[in-house]
C-alpha cells in the first residue's frame, strides 16, 4: 500500500519570498510523482509530475520538485511566490504498475500575503 | 480547460434518501474517477471505471455505487445518504492510452450536505 504525507497544512509566506511544501511517501513499489493545485472553488489542477529522468521537475509557472528516492520526498519550492499562488497543494502518488488510481495526501494551504 | 460537467453542483439532501451525482465528459476519455475531499484527509477515491461498464471499488468505497452506461457519463449513487457522506464530490478523467502516468482532469465539483 502506498500512503502519502504533507508535513504542514498551513503554510503562511509573505510575497516575493522562497516556499518549499513538503511532501513524503511511503510506497513498496515504483510510484510516479504528482503535484496538484486547487485554486479556491475550483477543481485541480496538475502542476507537475515526476515518472523518470532528471529528479528536477519543473511547471510552467515557476514552481520545481525534486524527487529523492533515498528520503523517499517530493518537496515543492519556488524561489519567489506572488499573491496569485494562495492556492491548496496537493501531493498524490500512483504505483507505476497501476490504473492511474491516486493516493493525496492530505493538502497544503499555501497563503501569500502582500 | 477538459471538457467535465458536474449536476448538480450543490444539493442538499436528508439522511436516508438516495442521492445520485453526474459526471459528463466530453473528451472520450477512457478512464473516470470519483473522489471525495474532506478537511485534513485529501482527496480519496471512491471508485473509477476504465471503460463503459467497467468498474472497481476505490478506498472508501463502502455506502456507494457507480455506473457507466456510456463513455460520457459516469454516475456516482449514494443509496441511502448518511451525515458522513457529507462531502465535496470531484469527478476526473484521464485519457489512459499512457496508463498511470497520464494526467487526471478534475471537474468543478458537487458540494453535498447530508442533514
Known amino acids: 500500500a502506498q500512503s502519502v504525507t504533507q508535513l504542514d497544512s498551513q503554510v503562511p509566506v509573505f510575497e516575493e519570498a522562497p516556499v518549499e511544501l513538503r511532501c513524503n511517501y511511503s510506497?513498496?513499489?515504483?510510484?510516479?510523482l504528482f503535484w496538484y493545485v486547487q485554486y479556491p472553488n475550483q477543481g485541480l489542477q496538475l502542476l507537475l509530475k515526476?515518472?523518470?529522468?532528471?529528479?528536477l521537475v519543473e511547471s510552467i509557472n515557476g514552481f520545481e520538485a525534486e524527487f529523492n528516492k533515498s528520503q523517499t520526498s517530493f518537496h515543492l519550492r519556488k524561489p519567489s511566490v506572488h499573491i496569485s499562488d494562495t492556492a491548496e497543494y496537493f501531493c498524490?502518488?500512483?504505483?507505476?504498475?497501476?490504473?492511474?488510481?491516486?493516493?493525496f495526501g492530505q493538502g497544503t494551504t499555501l497563503q501569500v500575503k502582500p | 480547460d477538459a471538457g467535465i460537467t458536474q449536476s448538480p453542483r450543490h444539493k442538499v439532501t436528508e439522511t436516508g434518501t438516495p442521492v445520485t451525482l453526474r459526471c459528463h465528459q466530453t473528451?472520450?476519455?477512457?478512464?473516470m474517477y470519483w473522489y471525495r475531499q474532506d478537511p485534513g484527509h485529501g482527496l480519496r477515491l471512491i471508485h473509477y471505471s476504465y471503460g463503459v461498464k467497467d468498474t472497481d471499488k476505490g478506498e472508501v468505497s463502502d455506502g456507494y455505487s457507480v455506473s457507466r452506461s456510456k463513455t460520457e457519463d459516469f454516475l456516482l449513487t449514494l443509496e441511502s445518504a448518511t451525515s458522513s457522506q457529507t462531502s465535496v464530490y470531484f469527478c476526473a478523467i484521464s485519457g489512459g492510452l499512457a496508463g498511470p502516468t497520464d494526467t487526471q482532469y478534475f471537474g468543478p465539483g458537487t458540494r453535498l450536505t447530508v442533514l
Open positions: 510506497s513498496s513499489v515504483s510510484v510516479y
Open positions: 515526476y515518472l523518470s529522468g532528471s529528479t
Open positions: 473528451e472520450n476519455h477512457r478512464y
Open positions: 498524490a502518488v500512483t504505483p507505476s504498475s497501476n490504473t492511474g488510481k491516486l493516493i
